[in-house]
C-alpha cells in the first residue's frame, strides 16, 4: 500500500497559480501511475491529470489542458500540479492516487488515494 499527502493548495484570484505536491510513501516501489482528481461542491470526482512513473509521459483532462502541468521527481516520490490560469471553475478538493492503469480516468480505477488539498479560485 501507498500513503500519499497532498499540500500547496489555498486562495488565489482569477488568474493565478498554485502548485500542487502530493508526497508518497509506504511501498514506493510500487507505484505505477499517479494522477490528480478534483472534486467541487455537489459534483462527482473528476479526473484532472495522470502520469507514467517511469517515462514521464502526461496525460490531461480538455478543460486543464495549456494550464495546468503535471510532473514528478522520482527520488523525493513526489508528484506536482502546477497550475496556472485558474478560474473559479478550478475551485475544488484535488487529490492524487495510484493507479496500474495507463490511461485510467475513473475513480474506481485508482487504489491509493490521498486525503486531498483544498483549491479556492476566487473571481
Known amino acids: 500500500q501507498v500513503q500519499l499527502v497532498e499540500s500547496g493548495g489555498g486562495l488565489v484570484q482569477a488568474g493565478g497559480s498554485l502548485r500542487l505536491s502530493c508526497a508518497a510513501s509506504?511501498?514506493?516501489?510500487?507505484?505505477?501511475?499517479m494522477g490528480w482528481f478534483r472534486q467541487a461542491p455537489g459534483k462527482e470526482r473528476e479526473f484532472v491529470a495522470s502520469?507514467?512513473?517511469?517515462?514521464?509521459?502526461?496525460d490531461y483532462v480538455d478543460s486543464v489542458k495549456g494550464r495546468f502541468t503535471i510532473s514528478r521527481d522520482t527520488a523525493k516520490n513526489t508528484v506536482y500540479l502546477q497550475m496556472n490560469s485558474l478560474k473559479p471553475e478550478d475551485t475544488a478538493v484535488y487529490y492524487c492516487?495510484?493507479?496500474?492503469?495507463?490511461?485510467?480516468?475513473?475513480?474506481?480505477?485508482?487504489?491509493?488515494w490521498g486525503q486531498g488539498t483544498q483549491v479556492t479560485v476566487a473571481s
Open positions: 492516487a495510484t493507479t496500474k492503469f495507463w490511461g485510467a480516468r475513473t475513480q474506481n480505477e485508482y487504489t491509493d
Open positions: 509506504g511501498r514506493t516501489g510500487s507505484i505505477i501511475i
Open positions: 502520469i507514467n512513473w517511469s517515462f514521464g509521459v502526461p
